[in-house]
């Protein structure tokens, strides 16, 4: 009997030393799942834990800890004051040991282990768990020219353990369009309405990127011209004319013009003491490094007071009494004047009104044009007015006076008359031909052609009114009978 109980014994201690819970430190240890974890600033993480012990032991300590100094016991994270409120344990006291971290900072990276004590030993799982806690960052240029690509990526300083979703902000404004898994915006055929300041964030969290600027650069628009001052320009006045556009980067090369005309440069282009030879249509150019651009043009309506006032005389200033003759007056003013008054010199009153005037008596008569910035007068024309005999007398003259021009014609005619029968008796051959040629000018009435057709022009260069028509037909018949003596 006794040796079968010392034969059994070695049988006994290999079947114990098979089981590992027994004898075996392997039946101690601690597994992270995963063992590396990259983490968003400001988000939740979760370590995953597991941990296995001999059968037999009862747990009496389980707690998580940062810090392992040889010797000593490590603490324990939910009695720091940092970690206290923000570290959940997940786990319970048999093989689950995970945790939940909350809002971790780069301060919070560390590796961090699990530690149980039970009723026969300790067990600390080395190496644990190492945090990393990264940012975002947007990577993107400065600046994009209108119509090119551009590619926006949000960055992170490690690889963030979950698969996150992206979401892109514009003006602090969600593209809801841009959610992707791919940490790339891309912007195609940028506009000017895509400049702005650009931040990412991960969809499920809290945590967004700074935001970086994007600049789009483009020629000059909207090119415009505003005139200081109001609405009406009046000679003399100082007026500024400034030129505005959007451009990026902005313009910093204006020219003006007029009409057609380069006048200027600069973005404010001023005239002192404007006149009416100002008055045109401006406009102003406005060039950056990728363009130009002109604005449409304003015109420049420059008021001003009657000058240049005259009067015009319609026919002779010397009429009949009782007849009149009529005076216009024009100016030139902007706007044009409609109030005009007459005057005769000596007269304090006007004698009339409006841009027309009839005047019945003799005098000097002038015009005054109105508008609403001034007026001016016209220098005086004289108007005479002669009683109808002294008009008889002056017809009489002037017919007399021509008679005797006519007569002193119709001689020298004769004389070449009588000159040319003195050579036709020369003549030979051609005394035929002149003869009847004399014949035909020795008619009973007329006994010239040149005296029919001269007094005839005459007659009607002298017409006059009634009164004296015929007194010049009786001159008429005495300068035909004059011309016949002859």
Not at 101 to 129: A, E
Not at 210 to 223: D, E, F, Q, R, W
Not at 459 to 472: E, I, M, W
Request: charged fraction near 20%.
């Amino acid at each position: 009997m006794l040796m079968s109980v010392r034969m059994a014994s070695p049988l006994l201690l290999i079947f114990l030393l098979m089981i590992p819970d027994v004898f075996s430190e392997k039946a101690w240890g601690v597994s992270y799942s995963p063992s590396h974890i990259c983490a968003l600033k400001n988000s939740s993480v979760i370590m995953s834990c597991s941990y296995t012990y001999p059968t037999g032991y009862k747990i009496t300590k389980v707690f998580w800890s940062k810090l392992l100094i040889h010797g000593e016991e490590p603490p324990d994270l939910s009695e720091d004051p940092e970690y206290r409120q923000r570290l959940q344990y997940l786990g319970d006291t048999q093989q689950n040991c995970t945790i939940r971290l909350s809002h971790v900072t780069q301060k919070d990276q560390h590796m961090y282990c699990f530690r149980f004590i039970t009723n026969g030993g300790k067990w600390t799982g080395k190496p644990g768990v190492t945090l990393t806690v990264t940012d975002l960052q947007v990577e993107a240029p400065e600046r994009v020219t209108e119509g090119h690509n551009v590619s926006l990526t949000c960055k992170s300083s490690c690889t963030l353990t979950d698969r996150p979703t992206f979401i892109w902000y514009r003006n602090s404004q969600p593209l809801t369009e841009r959610r992707d898994r791919n940490n790339q915006l891309l912007l195609q055929s940028v506009r000017r309405e895509d400049a702005g300041r650009y931040s990412c964030a991960l969809h499920g969290h809290s945590y967004i990127s700074p935001a970086a600027h994007l600049s789009v650069t483009y020629p000059p628009k909207n090119v415009s011209i505003s005139i200081n001052g109001s609405g009406v320009i009046v000679e003399g006045d100082s007026v500024t004319l400034i030129c505005s556009s959007d451009s990026n980067p902005p313009a910093l090369n204006f020219s003006w013009f007029k009409g057609g005309t380069s006048v200027g440069s600069g973005k404010i282009y001023s005239i002192s003491k404007i006149s009416s030879d100002h008055s045109e249509e401006y406009k102003c150019r406005s060039i950056n490094e990728h363009g130009e651009k002109y604005s449409e043009a304003v015109t420049l309506n420059v008021m001003y007071p009657p000058r240049n006032v005259s009067v015009f005389i319609n026919g002779s200033g010397v009429i009949v009494e009782g007849d009149s003759v009529t005076l216009s007056c024009s100016s030139d003013s902007n706007p044009p004047a409609l109030i005009f008054s007459w005057f005769k010199e000596n007269q304090s009153s006007a004698v009339g009104s409006g841009q027309s005037f009839s005047a019945l008596q003799s005098g000097r008569f002038y015009c005054e044009a109105h508008n609403q910035h001034g007026s001016q007068r016209s220098d005086a024309v004289t108007v005479i007015v002669k009683g109808r005999l002294v008009i008889l007398y002056i017809s009489a003259g002037v017919v007399c006076g021509a008679a005797v021009i006519m007569i002193l014609l119709i001689w020298g005619c004769r004389w070449i008359k009588k000159r040319n029968k003195a050579e036709v008796n020369h003549s030979g051959p051609h005394h035929d031909r002149h003869k009847a040629c004399n014949d035909e000018l020795n008619e009973p009435v007329y006994e010239n052609e040149l005296v029919c057709v001269l007094a005839e022009v005459f007659l009607q260069k002298t017409k006059l009114s009634s009164p004296v028509a015929k007194g010049n037909k009786t001159v008429f018949n005495v300068i035909v009978k004059i011309a016949n003596v002859l």
